[in-house]
């Protein structure tokens, strides 16, 4: 499978506890995006890599989370000290950004409870 | 801000066309965008139209766009039980270093046989 992948599938924590998903692209695209999803809702950004370079975050994006892409393959995503309200899917994005066309490829995603 | 809108329901019956119509602000928006999420997954990029184009058909999928109007509508020909999901509508502007897309809510196609 070359799609996208995320890992876990589902985490359930307590609330105050902190939790990290990853994300590994599809092989050679340079750019690697993190989206939020609530029910009833579309996917809303929260950040985006272009290779190992973090280029930009959305305001949803607080202290409390921090975003990773080391060596500009898989990426993770860092929520410290979570609330009930972060209770949501987080979905991981990839793009080869070839000749000026942007087309993002989605993983699963990560179902995360907070308790 | 920029936004983008979609009615949340359809239903249609097994072998009709379905129309699913969407309405964004963005006028500088570069690429539109059609994904497809089934229950629990995470999303399938359909289709997409670049913003100087007014029609693309690809199989049983056909996307129309007036930018004049900020319309987008995706049809889907033959419409088969495995269509029904929540279909999106999403915009990128790409002109400048933004990188992320903006959706709707999703509109929720039910296919009755």
């Known amino acids: 499978d070359t799609g996208v992948s995320q890992d876990p599938r589902h985490k359930i924590t307590k609330r105050g506890q902190n939790v990290t998903f990853r994300c590994d692209p599809i092989?050679?695209?340079?750019?690697l995006y993190w989206y939020r999803q609530t029910l009833g809702q579309g996917p809303e950004f929260l950040t985006y890599?272009?290779?190992?370079?973090?280029?930009?975050k959305s305001r949803l994006l607080s202290d409390r989370f921090s975003a990773e892409r080391p060596k500009g393959s898989f990426s993770t995503l860092e929520i410290q000290r979570t609330e009930q309200g972060d209770s949501a899917m987080y979905l991981c994005?990839?793009?080869?950004?070839?000749?000026?066309?942007?087309?993002?490829?989605f993983g699963p995603g990560t179902r995360l409870l907070v308790l | 801000g920029e936004d983008v809108e979609q009615s949340l329901f359809l239903s249609v019956r097994e072998g009709d066309s379905s129309v699913i119509n969407c309405t964004y602000t963005?006028?500088?928006?570069?690429?539109l965008y059609w994904y497809k999420q089934e229950p629990g997954a995470g999303l399938q990029l359909l289709t997409y139209?670049?913003?100087?184009?007014d029609m693309k058909q690809d199989q049983r999928l056909t996307v129309l766009l007036n930018k004049k109007d900020k319309h987008l509508s995706l049809r889907i020909a033959d419409t088969q039980t495995g269509d029904s999901a929540i279909y999106f509508c999403?915009?990128?502007?790409?002109?400048?270093?933004?990188?992320?897309?903006?959706f709707g809510k999703g509109t929720k196609l039910s296919v009755k046989p």
């Open positions: 994005a990839s793009s080869p950004r070839q000749n000026g066309i942007e087309t993002q490829y």
């Open positions: 092989s050679e695209h340079n750019r």
């Open positions: 890599f272009q290779n190992e370079a973090q280029l930009e």
């Open positions: 963005d006028s500088s928006s570069t690429y």
């Open positions: 139209i670049f913003s100087n184009m």
């Open positions: 999403a915009e990128g502007d790409y002109g400048g270093s933004q990188g992320n897309l903006i």
